[in-house]
């Protein structure tokens, strides 16, 4: 058997940096101001931008980027790898980065499937996002629908 234990590694982390251990977090950065709850993954080549918060639970797979002053609720999952040939896809080159603007919230129990979600976007908890959003509004539901604009 092997037990790999989990912890932080090779993080950069700014000023007033605040993390919740337990914790898995590997070759990441937090920008100052930052606040991780307990039992979250963040993934290598992740950034978290200034001011930004992740609940407990929540998993951000590699290559996700926050913008600054964001909030992601308990258990919001982002998934970089969609399975386009109906299997993992085992090169990471095929799979997507994902990128949020400043000042986004993402309700608990989210899951992030797209690559964008611009500046100022809501995202009602429990919601499934599979397409960009490209619009200021409130998005809720599976798949996520823009509900109202703000």
Known sequence: MRIVHSGIRDVSAGNNVTVVAPVNLYECELQD?????????????????????????????????????????????????????????????????????????????????????CPGAVIGAGSVVVKPITRKGIYAGNPARLIRVL
Do not use: M
């Not at 969609?82 to 989210?110: N, Q």
């Open 33 to 117: 101001d930052v606040f991780i709850g307990p039992f979250v993954e963040i993934q290598r080549h992740c950034r978290i931008g200034k001011g930004s918060r992740v609940q407990s639970h929540s998993f951000l797979c590699e290559g996700v980027t926050l913008g600054e002053n964001c909030f992601i609720g308990h258990g919001v999952t982002f998934a970089n790898d969609l399975f386009k040939d109906g299997a993992p896809e085992p090169d990471p080159a095929r799979w997507i980065t994902i990128i949020l603007g400043d000042h986004v919230t993402v309700g608990s129990g989210a899951t992030i499937l797209t690559d964008t979600i």
